[in-house]
Nanobody, 119 residues
Framework: QVQLVESGGGLVQAGGSLRLSCAAS????????MGWFRQAPGKEREFVGN????????IYAESVKGRFTISRDNAKTTLYLQMNSLKPEDTGVYYC????????????WGQGTQVTVSS
């Protein structure tokens, strides 16, 4: 089992920045990939980006490319999402997730943290 706790959400004006964190605990040695997802009110959850835990390579959704950056601290088993140039459409609950096998989806999810971007 892997437990995930997100933090860092809040209210920010359009154009502002926020940094989300996701601390992992438990059987973290098995992590292959960690990702960020978000869900806006009335919409389905969507992929934001992910990072290959060992290689450090990242993938981003087109909607956030150039504005969001995913990074990790292997020693702390913590995932980060730096969000710049935020837009109102970035509003939603942000979730981190862990996959224990590359290409096989995500096995564990955090409880989410709310991000609200005002116009």
């Amino acid at each position: 089992q892997v437990q995930l706790v997100e933090s860092g959400g809040g209210l920010v004006q359009a154009g502002g920045s926020l940094r989300l964190s996701c601390a992992a605990s438990g059987r973290t040695f098995g992590i292959a990939v960690m990702g960020w997802f978000r869900q806006a009110p009335g919409k389905e959850r969507e992929f934001v980006g992910n990072i290959n835990w060992s290689a450090g390579s990242t993938i981003y959704a087109e909607s956030v490319k150039g504005r969001f950056t995913i990074s990790r601290d292997n020693a702390k088993t913590t995932l980060y999402l730096q969000m710049n140039s935020l837009k109102p459409e970035d509003t939603g609950v942000y979730y981190c997730a862990v996959g224990v096998e590359t290409g096989s989806g995500y096995n564990y999810w955090g409880q989410g943290t709310q991000v609200t971007v005002s116009s």
